[in-house]
């Protein structure tokens, strides 16, 4: 009796292994020589500047859905090293980094993000950082993606930022300069109700303002192109306001100052080019700015400005 339940036991043993081997190597394809799977990239990442394409042909960055981290590849690491070469040659010239996300993806809200297309492309403006790129000559932007492979998932675009079209602006998503978008206000309300990212943010700052006590906060108010001048910016307004309430009722007692741009200050057209509405650019548009300074970042916000105006009495 013995022998006969070792005797099961062992076919049991081996109908498992057959099992195992036949799923793994004939149906997934993982063995022997096929366990090599091709990591294959579309050969189309560019760096622009307008309509000018300064590289080409580099392969496509790659992430894995829910992650905010790059799968790199020798190619990737020597494009953001050409990048790199090209910021500190030009330091007339800034740029952007615009990450895509699937729509699977939509709900992921990573750390300050609240998206993690912005996650992304920070993971890859940190990359360039250790490459001794500053972190403010590079804003961030994101978009949804309606590939569900994500094949490109990045732009990379050169600007000016001394001939930024005066009514549009940059935003760069670093700690000293944050934004969020109106997905903490109902449509067209200034009733607060900040999501789990910007709670997490303003634990942050009132930590470092405790820390910094001469530090100041400034909150901008920010709306998209719908209803009246004077009305979006009696709303940018209230929301300014209402995020300051916010920071009281966390206990800070610094000083903060609220200020609107109204709709005058857009980060993205609320129209596309055939006067369409465009709602993911409007989205963009409604939100609030959290910019914060200490003494130091005044004067030397001061020794820049001096230098500017020295430089053009020069020109002239």
């Known amino acids: 009796m013995r022998f006969l339940s070792l005797f099961i036991f062992l076919l049991f043993c081996v109908y498992a292994l057959v ?9 997934r394809g993982l063995c022997g020589e096929q366990q090599q799977v091709e990591d294959i990239r579309l050969k189309s ?4 500047e307008g309509d000018s394409v300064i590289l080409k042909g580099y392969d496509q960055f790659a992430f894995d859905s829910a992650s905010y981290q790059p799968r790199l590849n020798s190619n990737n690491e020597t494009f953001l090293d050409t990048v790199a070469a090209v910021l500190k040659a ?8 615009t990450a895509f996300y699937r729509d699977s993806e ?23 950082m250790k490459r001794g790129v500053e972190q403010n000559r590079i804003s961030l932007d994101h978009g949804l993606s309606e590939d569900a ?16 079209p005066s009514d549009f602006e940059k935003v760069v998503f670093t700690f000293k300069n944050m934004t969020f978008s109106d997905a903490n206000f109902e449509y067209n309300s200034d009733v607060f109700k900040p999501g789990e990212p910007f709670k997490l943010y303003a634990d942050s700052v009132k930590t470092y303002l405790g820390l910094n006590k001469d530090a100041l906060l400034r909150i901008v108010g920010h709306t998209d192109s719908i209803g009246s001048v004077d009305y979006n910016l009696d709303l940018g307004m209230r929301r300014a306001q209402s995020a300051r ?9 610094s000083k903060i100052s609220v200020e609107s741009m109204g709709e005058e200050r857009p980060v993205a057209p609320n129209s596309n080019t055939d006067g369409s ?26 020794e820049e400005n001096k230098k500017i105006l020295e430089d053009a009495s020069g020109l002239n």
């Open 19 to 27: 099992a195992r081997w036949y799923f793994v190597c004939q149906i």
């Open 45 to 48: 990442l560019q760096l622009t």
């Open 90 to 97: 030009r330091p007339d010239r800034n740029m952007t980094i």
């Open 106 to 128: 939509k709900d992921i809200k990573p750390g300050f993000f609240e998206n993690i297309g912005l996650a992304r492309a920070d993971q890859v403006r940190k990359l360039l």
């Open 149 to 164: 492979e994500l094949k490109e998932p990045l732009l990379f675009a050169l600007y000016d930022p001394n001939n930024i």
């Open 245 to 253: 309430d916010y920071f009281r009722g966390l206990g800070v007692e």
């Open 277 to 302: 509405d465009n709602p993911e650019g409007r989205q963009k548009n409604r939100r609030v700015n959290f910019i914060l300074s200490t003494v130091e970042d005044w004067q030397k916000a001061l």
